[in-house]
T-cell receptor, first 113, second 112 residues
Framework: KQEVTQIPAALSVPEGENLVLNCSFT??????LQWFRQDPGKGLTSLLL?????REQTSGRLNASLDKSSGRSTLYIAASQPGDSATYLC????????????FGQGTTLQVKP | SAVISQKPSRDICQRGTSLTIQCQVD?????MFWYRQQPGQSLTLIAT?????????ESGFVIDKFPISRPNLTFSTLTVSNMSPEDSSIYLC?????????FGSGTRLTVV
């Protein structure tokens, strides 16, 4: 059974810092991996999607990497801003491409001005 | 990308009653899903909503408790039946299409 773990559970940094969020999964047979952002009382916003054949994806100040063989992904946020404060969720889609997502517990990020 | 309108956004319900949550997508999506997010927890998949046929439920979730409909490619409902305080959660729908995934804003349910 696929399990997704995110470390740390919470993180507080001063504005301007670069930071890394970690995600690990137990079964390397995935179709893709995604990073989402969840703001309090809101739904999820997709940030980056990495297909199983890819190593990384970039969007603005965000860079996500994927090492499928070791079951790890990282989300790098450059020059953090208070607006980046949110919960970040990692999710994997199984190799059968059923569309089902298995989520990690999330990392709650606070960026202090 | 597609936009999903989910309603109600929140509700407080008496135990033993039922609540139906609706999701409307502004464009056709291939697949729709329903998730539950219990307090302080991550998202857990309840079921895959299949167009025109019975939903496919994950382990631990049953149709009698969470009946789901999906009459067309852009609309789905989830009913939480015979509610108890343990059903207090956020319920989210999701659609997958050519653009990737999009989520509704969630329904925060409190059962008293």
């Amino acid at each position: 059974k696929q399990e997704v773990t995110q470390i740390p559970a919470a993180l507080s940094v001063p504005e301007g810092e670069n930071l890394v969020l970690n995600c690990s999964f137990t079964d390397s047979a995935i179709y893709n991996l995604q990073w989402f952002r969840q703001d309090p009382g809101k739904g999820l916003t997709s940030l980056l999607l990495i297909q199983s054949s890819q190593r990384e994806q970039t969007s603005g100040r965000l860079n996500a990497s994927l090492d499928k063989s070791s079951g790890r992904s990282t989300l790098y946020i450059a020059a953090s801003q208070p607006g980046d404060s949110a919960t970040y969720l990692c999710a994997v889609s199984d190799s059968g491409n059923t569309g089902k997502l298995i989520f990690g517990q999330g990392t709650t990020l606070q960026v202090k001005p | 990308s597609a936009v999903i309108s989910q309603k109600p956004s929140r509700d407080i319900c008496q135990r033993g009653t039922s609540l139906t949550i609706q999701c409307q997508v502004d464009s056709q999506v291939t697949m729709m899903f329903w998730y539950r997010q219990q307090p302080g927890q991550s998202l857990t998949l309840i079921a895959t909503a299949n167009q025109g046929s019975e939903a496919t439920y994950e382990s631990g979730f049953v149709i009698d408790k969470f009946p789901i409909s999906r009459p067309n490619l852009t609309f789905s409902t989830l009913t939480v039946s015979n509610m108890s305080p343990e059903d207090s959660s956020i319920y989210l729908c999701s659609g997958e299409g050519a653009y990737g995934y999009t989520f509704g804003s969630g329904t925060r349910l409190t059962v008293v």
